[in-house]
Structures are given as structure tokens and as C-alpha cells.
């Protein structure tokens, strides 16, 4: 039987398949000198990239300013994108490291928004209370990740919030595998200490272990 996170995760798949297709043709086009094809590149991608950048630098500004940067980054090394690999994980790594040395050049080192994390958080709109639960335990989670360092962080944030596949993740992060499940591992644990710290009864509560 496929559950609806299965069939969610397939069209999602199916999507970027489908955007993999239309990006390279745009940037066939590009390279043949059609700066119009650039600008349907940012329009297909700009929502993927500020999100991703909010939740790295944690500001809606300073997001702004990251997505400048990654767009020009894109467009000075467009030509060296190879083909054979998915674009969205060669974007997504240029926005995870252009947002991270965002951070490290205005010194900032916490992460300040998470949304989405698990099915755990999904809130109804029948049920308030649960609702209030939910967003009690993501402002917890929002100060826990402050205790990630910037692998963890991007790992724990590409994995767990943009949903990514592990082996996507370890391209964007240019490491092994094994060093993303690492990170991964080192992420959650760190997370969830500081939630049994901070927390341990919303997490009864809630059915999270």
C-alpha cells in the first residue's frame, strides 16, 4: 500500500524530473547567448532559493541578499555546470554556501526558523490545542538548532526540512554519503537533547520519542 507521504515524495520526484528537462534546455539557450532564458531560470528557481536561504540566515533582508549573490554566482559559472548532474543539487549547494558565508561575514552563527520538519508537526485545524503544541515545539526547535554547527546544520536542514534524499544532500555538501548520515546523526541527537532538555512533556504529549 503506498501512504500519502510515498505518493507525496513520487510527485515531488516526478516535478524535478519534469524542471531537470526544462532547465537544460534553458541553459542551452543561455549559452547561445539568450539572457531572456536566464531570467526564466530565476523565475523557476527563485522561491527554492530564498526559502532555502531564509532558513539558513534566519532573515527575509538578508535572504534577499544571498539570492542576488547565488544568481550571479550561477550566471558567472553556468558553463561549468555539468550536465549529468541534477542542477537543483548544484544550485542548492551554491545557496547553502552563499548563505553560510553570509553568516560568517555578519557573524552570525544561529539558525532562527525552521518550518516543516516532521509529520509529527502537522498541524490541524480542527484540533487548537494541537496546533498550540506545535508551534510551542517548533520554537523549541528553532533554539536547538542555534547548537548545530554549519555541516550539521545544513545536513539537518536539507534532509529533515527541504526533504532532500540523502545522496542529493551529499552532492550539494560535495562529501560521502556515510558523512551526511554523520552529520545527520549528530544533528538529530543534539536537537533532541536539547528538547528533552527544554521540553520533555510537550514531547509526551505530542507521541515524539
Given at each position: 500500500?503506498?501512504t500519502g ?5 513520487r510527485a515531488?520526484?516526478t ?10 534546455r ?7 547567448g ?8 530565476v ?13 539558513v540566515?534566519g532573515d527575509?533582508?538578508?535572504?534577499a541578499?544571498v539570492?542576488?549573490t ?7 559559472n553556468?558553463?561549468?555546470y555539468?550536465e549529468r ?9 551554491i545557496?547553502v ?5 553570509h553568516m ?7 539558525h532562527?526558523?525552521?518550518?516543516n520538519?516532521h509529520?509529527?508537526?502537522e ?5 487548537p ?8 515545539l517548533?520554537a523549541?526547535i ?7 554547527n554549519e ?5 539537518f536542514?536539507l ?5 532532500c534524499t540523502?545522496d ?21 541527537a543534539k536537537i ?11 514531547l ?6
Amino acid at each position: 500500500m503506498t501512504t500519502g507521504n510515498e505518493a507525496l515524495g513520487r510527485a515531488e520526484e516526478t516535478g524535478r524530473v519534469d524542471d531537470e528537462v526544462c532547465v537544460r534546455r534553458l541553459i542551452a539557450r543561455f549559452k547561445e547567448g539568450d539572457k531572456g532564458a536566464f531570467d526564466e531560470i530565476v523565475k523557476q528557481y527563485r522561491k527554492q532559493v530564498a526559502a532555502l536561504a531564509y532558513r539558513v540566515v534566519g532573515d527575509y533582508d538578508e535572504a534577499a541578499d544571498v539570492v542576488q549573490t547565488v544568481f550571479v554566482k550561477m550566471a558567472r559559472n553556468i558553463s561549468r555546470y555539468d550536465e549529468r548532474k541534477k542542477f537543483y543539487t548544484w544550485l542548492y549547494r551554491i545557496t547553502v554556501n552563499a548563505s553560510i558565508d553570509h553568516m560568517r561575514k555578519h557573524q552570525r552563527h544561529r539558525h532562527e526558523s525552521i518550518e516543516n520538519l516532521h509529520d509529527s508537526l502537522e498541524s490541524s485545524a480542527a484540533d487548537p490545542e494541537w496546533s498550540h503544541r506545535r508551534r510551542q515545539l517548533k520554537a523549541h526547535i528553532e533554539r536547538a538548532a542555534g547548537t548545530l554547527n554549519e555541516k550539521q546544520l545544513s545536513a539537518f536542514m536539507l534532509r529533515d526540512v527541504e526533504g532532500c534524499t540523502v545522496d542529493d544532500v551529499a552532492s550539494i555538501m560535495e562529501m560521502p554519503e556515510a558523512t551526511v548520515r554523520w552529520y545527520l546523526h549528530r544533528a538529530r541527537a543534539k536537537i533532541r537533547k536539547e528538547l528533552l532538555r527544554r521540553c520533555p512533556q510537550l514531547l509526551i504529549l505530542m507521541g515524539i520519542r
